[in-house]
């Protein structure tokens, strides 16, 4: 089945710093997903991403689906203490299936 | 934005009793709704697919009779654990979709067994 394989777990960083999480499917996508969870929430929607080569920002995240829509990455500038969470990627392989969940990036962000 | 209410936020119960979960899209008509499970530190599992009027999916390894799912309007969908039991406890989150492309969640349930 299809698989979705997120990197890299965690990730600790200096505020200030840039930070990137990796998404990566075993089957090309129709659409890809990203959310965040905060420590004790649950998850919300942040973007999503549907043509090969998109590239979207929202402030200082840049979201970007690869070519062969089987990869996507998400980039956090100069990352605040706001940032903290779990980063989750979710892909599609149809347009009428379920999305499949990556095993999300833990962000810390030390001040 | 779209909202999602599930309720109730934390339940504590003996084992063996049923227990109710409901996730209601509070601005939007669902066409469907997921239900996951999610253990500390780890990602969300996908337990089952429920679409309005219809019999719900559910994920290999996920025992039908035990997680009873209902949808029975297009805002609503019900998860009752059945005769639960402590490897039951565990955090569960709704989420609704209209399509099943992007799906808003609810803010989850803490279930504790004792």
């Known amino acids: 089945g299809q698989q979705v394989m997120q990197i890299p777990q965690y990730q600790h960083v200096q505020e200030g710093e840039d930070f990137t999480t990796y998404c990566n499917s075993s089957t090309t996508l129709s659409n890809i997903q990203w959310y965040k969870q905060r420590p004790g929430g649950h998850p919300v929607f942040l973007i999503q991403l549907v043509k090969s080569g998109e590239v979207k920002k929202q402030k200082r995240l840049t979201f970007q689906f690869g070519e062969a829509k089987k990869n996507s990455s998400l980039h956090i500038t100069a990352t605040q203490t706001t940032d903290v969470g779990t980063y989750f990627c979710a892909g599609q392989n149809t347009n009428a299936g379920k999305s499949t969940f990556g095993d999300g990036t833990t962000l810390t962000v030390k001040p | 934005g779209a909202v999602v209410s599930q309720h109730p936020s934390r339940v504590i119960c003996k084992s063996g009793t049923s227990v109710k979960i409901e996730c209601r899209s509070l601005?939007?008509?669902?066409?469907?709704m997921f239900w996951y499970r999610q253990f500390p530190k780890q990602s969300l599992m996908l337990m089952a697919t429920s679409n309005e009027g219809s019999k719900a999916t559910y994920e290999q390894g996920v025992e039908k009779d035990k997680f009873l799912i209902n949808h029975a309007s297009l805002t609503l969908s019900t998860l009752t654990v059945t005769s639960a039991h402590p490897e039951d406890s565990s955090f569960y989150i709704c989420s609704a979709s209209v399509g099943g492309h992007i799906q808003y969640f609810g803010a989850g349930t803490r279930l504790s067994v004792l």
């Open positions: 601005d939007f008509q669902a066409t469907t």
